[in-house]
């Protein structure tokens, strides 16, 4: 069964970082991707970034780019999601899934997500 935590959200000041982690069992890691998704209140869920833990070839939303960086520890089957210069505009519910990388955006795994709150 694989299995997906999110840990690491919590409150932060605008310009601020978070550094958020996705520990996954289950699944044979270096086939999948894992990718954050992001959820604000009132707003459709978005992909935030992804990363093919076979190679480690990474993708991020355009507008969080060179904010946000996507990393992977596949001897701690952990993926990171290291988020810099936060804004209030950040703040959500960010989840971890992982997937065959050719099923994205549609894993099928799914954390329970990890609150990330930016004041401003």
């Known amino acids: 069964e694989v299995q997906l935590v999110e840990s690491g959200g919590g409150l932060v000041q605008a310009g601020g970082s978070l550094r958020l982690s996705c520990a996954a069992s289950?699944?044979?890691?270096?086939?999948?991707?894992i990718a954050w998704f992001r959820q604000a209140p009132g707003k459709d869920r978005e992909g935030v970034s992804y990363?093919?833990?076979?190679?480690?070839?990474?993708w991020y939303a355009d507008s969080l780019k060179g904010r946000f960086t996507i990393s992977s520890d596949n001897a701690k089957n952990t993926v990171y999601l290291q988020m810099n210069s936060l804004k209030s505009e950040d703040t959500a519910v960010y989840y971890c899934?992982?997937?065959?990388?050719?099923?994205?955006?549609?894993?099928?795994?799914w954390g329970q997500g990890t609150q990330v709150t930016v004041s401003s």
């Open positions: 990363i093919s833990l076979n190679d480690g070839s990474a």
């Open positions: 289950g699944f044979t890691f270096d086939d999948y991707a």
């Open positions: 899934a992982a997937g065959l990388p050719s099923d994205y955006p549609n894993f099928g795994s």
